[in-house]
């Protein structure tokens, strides 16, 4: 599991070098960043993670424990997991796009970076 959340990781940190923007237009970034690139690159390699840690938490969870013996203790695990699970996607939801609207960086009124960071982190 620990492998694979570094592949995420590392996923992220590519989209977030990625969301820098080049100065093309007149954007302000790193000239010559192929951001469409790099943005897809980190897409597949977040997908690769997610594909390897979301099955194996799950599974590694309910190894804990001695069946039938701890049948309520297990049904009290995967209840709670999946409550966890669901309000980090819904605290995500709201603060992600808070952080990319409401902070400037780069020289621009938004913050794409930071917002991608955040999960990289």
Do not use: H
């Not at 989209?15 to 237009?25: E, F, H, L, N, Q």
């Amino acid at each position: 599991i620990f492998y694979v959340s570094m592949i995420y990781a590392i996923g992220q940190l590519v989209i977030t070098i990625g969301s820098v923007g080049d100065t093309k237009d007149g954007n302000k970034g790193i000239e010559g960043l192929p951001t469409t690139a790099l943005v897809l690159t980190g897409l597949m390699i977040v997908g690769v993670g997610t594909g390897g840690i979301k099955p194996c938490v799950a599974t590694f969870g309910g190894d804990q424990f001695k069946l039938p013996e701890q049948k309520k203790e297990s049904l009290t695990f995967f209840s709670i997991f999946y409550w966890m699970v669901n309000l980090g996607s819904l605290i995500s939801m709201l603060v992600t796009p808070q952080l990319r609207a409401n902070v400037s960086c780069l020289g621009q009124d938004y913050c794409f970076p930071l917002a991608f960071a955040v999960p990289a982190g």
